[in-house]
């Protein structure tokens, strides 16, 4: 393993990857889309000349080869090797044929990183399947699913990937706030989860914006990093993420009460749930 160095598997604009970069490591960024690839080389380019990063333009698939891509016209980040991903509540997409690679290869030809951060849009546990015992990075995370589960194996399988390999520490965490879930239920971390989520979702008076913004998850990680993490963000990794470790199966009852406590509100949407697994190896 190189603590030098970090995956950004699916570097959509480039945020999560200015983030690292200013946090001094090297950083290997994969994305399909080959415009959002060409963007970042122009964003990034005194970054790649000094060799502190570099930019694969290609998709994670099961093979190595190429494929349909499906480029959302809507949102970006919903681009996705499948359709149903890209085209939700009706939007349009087009495919583009992209070149692929098995995440195992690329593992094998770079080497195996400190942190691997994944979000690429129903195919992060390609990632996951692919990592070996004995060659793992120290943290990972991914989405914690895409909208399309719909049995309980299908909730748990990236986290149960996670433990079978030999990963004994989680966190969930709110993509939208970077907000951790915990259950039984903190009160104190409650409480800032719902004072995000309503600072980050609701027009407020002035007067109260201010007090939500104190106790805001993002404004907390600004004053501790000095960075703003933008929407759609991962947001920090490792021990930096806010709230406790938890176990595989306090991981599980978590995400079980939150999942079951989203489908519970009047039009919820499958793919309203971004959160993220963060795990670590000890």
């Known amino acids: 393993m190189s603590a030098e160095l970090i995956y950004d598997v699916g570097m959509h604009n480039g945020d999560d990857t200015a983030f690292y970069l200013r946090q001094g490591y090297r950083v290997l960024a994969i994305e399909a889309n080959p415009q959002l690839a060409e963007k970042a080389r122009g964003r990034f380019q005194q970054e790649i000349r000094d060799g502190r990063l570099q930019i694969l333009n290609v998709g994670i698939a099961a093979e190595d080869g190429e494929r349909e891509f499906w480029i959302s016209h809507r949102y970006s980040d919903w681009s996705s090797f499948d359709r149903a991903v890209a085209s939700r509540d009706g939007g349009e997409c087009h495919a583009i044929v992209v ?11 770079h ?5 691997l951060k994944i979000d690429i849009e129903g ?11 004995g060659r793992l990075p120290q943290y990972v995370s991914l989405e914690s699913e895409c909208g399309n589960a719909t049995e309980a194996d299908e909730w748990f399988r990236p986290l149960r990937l996670l433990a079978d390999l030999g990963y004994r520490r989680f966190k969930l965490i709110d993509q939208r706030t970077l907000a951790p879930l915990s259950y039984p239920l903190n009160v104190e971390l409650l409480t800032e989860y719902v004072a995000a989520r309503a600072a980050a979702l609701l027009p407020r008076p002035a007067g109260v914006s201010r007090v939500l913004r104190r106790v ?7 004053r501790k990093h000095g960075w703003r993490f933008s929407d759609g963000c991962s947001g920090p990794w ?8 938890m176990t595989a ?3 599980e009852r978590t995400y079980e009460f939150f999942r079951r406590r989203h489908f519970r509100r009047a039009r919820a949407r499958a793919y309203g749930i971004w959160w993220d697994w963060h795990a670590a190896l000890d």
Do not use: H
Not at 238 to 245: F, Q
């Open 99 to 109: 070149p692929t690679r098995r995440f195992g290869g690329i593992v094998a030809e």
């Open 111 to 115: 080497g195996v990183p400190m942190y």
């Open 123 to 133: 195919s992060d546990v390609l990632c996951v399947g692919d990592l070996q015992r």
């Open 216 to 222: 805001r998850v993002r404004e907390q990680l600004y």
């Open 238 to 245: 490792g021990n930096d993420t806010p709230g406790r470790w």
């Open 249 to 251: 199966a306090e991981a």
